[in-house]
């Protein structure tokens, strides 16, 4: 039959902005039939479930599958000493989740400084990747708006590049299937 569309998607942002809890929303639950965010029946490849969530040390590569599309998922360690990891996967990435703490105000521009310095790089810089962001979080009292962080974050200076933001509160799964399904369009 036809060949899948590969799609390599990398999943970066701060260390505990949620990044792993956005991707073990996409699982299916245990014993379930209920549809994840994904619009189409997404079929994840390894069928592990994550018990509990801890820190990402280096990264971790999860693959979903739907009819045409193939996923795989490089949820990447936002801890300082593993960004150096990131710009190794640049080269082969189709799209960018770009996951942001809604809540760390303090960090903001630490995370600001990181998405420069990712959309300068040059294997990114000439490349028009989709980018989507997750304002997430939003559940905390602290959260800021999903127009706010876009603002602390300068994205109306992406020009070059397709983008989109959602709020999301990945604890419950909410905002990621609106976000899920514009990057699904845009690498179609
Ligand atoms: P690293 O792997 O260290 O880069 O972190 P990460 O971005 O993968 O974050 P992770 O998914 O491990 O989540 C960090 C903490 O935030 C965990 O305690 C999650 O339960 C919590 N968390 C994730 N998403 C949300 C959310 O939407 N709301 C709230 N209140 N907590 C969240
Ligand atoms: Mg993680």
């Known amino acids: 039959g036809l060949r899948k569309k590969e799609v390599n998607v990398l999943c970066l942002g701060l260390d505990n902005s ?9 699982k299916p639950a245990n014993h379930s039939n209920h ?17 509990e969530i801890v820190p990402t040390i280096g990264f971790n590569i999860e693959k979903f599958k739907n009819s045409s599309l193939s ?5 990447m360690s936002g801890q300082s000493r593993y960004r150096n990891l990131w710009e190794h996967y640049y080269k082969a ?7 942001i703490d809604s809540g760390d105000k303090l960090r903001m521009v630490v995370a600001k400084e990181e998405l420069e310095i990712l959309l300068n790089h ?10 989507l962001f997750f304002a997430n979080k939003m559940d905390l009292d602290s959260a800021m708006s999903s127009v706010k962080v876009s603002q602390m974050l300068s994205l109306e200076n992406i020009k070059d590049k397709p983008w989109h933001i959602c709020a999301s509160n990945a604890i419950k799964g909410e905002g990621l299937q609106e976000g899920l399904e514009w990057l699904q369009e845009q690498i179609r």
């Open 93 to 99: 990435s189709h799209a960018i989740i770009f996951v």
């Open 18 to 26: 949620g990044k792993t809890t956005i991707i073990n929303q996409l």
């Open 71 to 75: 996923f795989t998922v490089f949820d």
């Open 35 to 51: 549809l994840g965010p994904f619009s189409e029946e997404w079929k994840h490849v390894s069928q592990t479930q994550t018990q």
């Open 122 to 131: 040059e294997d990114i810089r000439c490349k028009r990747v989709p980018v």
